[in-house]
């Protein structure tokens, strides 16, 4: 069973940027499809961008295209999340997840594996 641990949240002004990392134990990354999601303050968790298990194939939010994107080190087995241009509406807790399909999968529904979250906040 994979286990993934995101960190690198926290408190920045719009504009900023941050990173964050999804580092996986248990299995690689290679073996599965993974996104981001997140998940505003009463809101449903939202995709913001993924990737097919072969990589072929990706997808980003039309919300954070041009300000999004997400990167990895296989050698780390650790995606990472580059946010660019941060806006308040960007603040949510940021989720990584992986699912074992073969295709890309937007919908949170699919993905079998989640982290446990890490918090953003966009605010001056």
């Known amino acids: 069973q994979v286990r993934l641990i995101e960190s690198g949240g926290g408190l920045v002004q719009p504009g900023a940027s941050l990173r964050l990392s999804c580092t996986a134990s248990?299995?690689?990354?290679?073996?599965?499809?993974l996104a981001w999601f997140r998940q505003g303050l009463g809101g449903e968790r939202e995709f913001v961008v993924g990737?097919?298990?072969?990589?072929?194939?990706?997808a980003v939010s039309d919300s954070v295209k041009g300000r999004f994107t997400m990167t990895g080190d296989s050698d780390a087995n650790t995606v990472f999340l580059q946010m660019d241009g941060l806006k308040p509406e960007d603040t949510a807790v940021y989720f990584c997840?992986?699912?074992?399909?073969?295709?890309?999968?937007?919908?949170?529904?699919?993905?079998?594996?989640w982290g446990q979250g890490t918090q953003v906040i966009v605010s001056s």
């Open positions: 990737m097919s298990r072969s990589g072929g194939n990706s």
């Open positions: 248990g299995d690689t990354f290679s073996r599965y499809g």
């Open positions: 997840a992986v699912h074992g399909g073969k295709l890309l999968q937007t919908t949170p529904d699919m993905y079998t594996s």
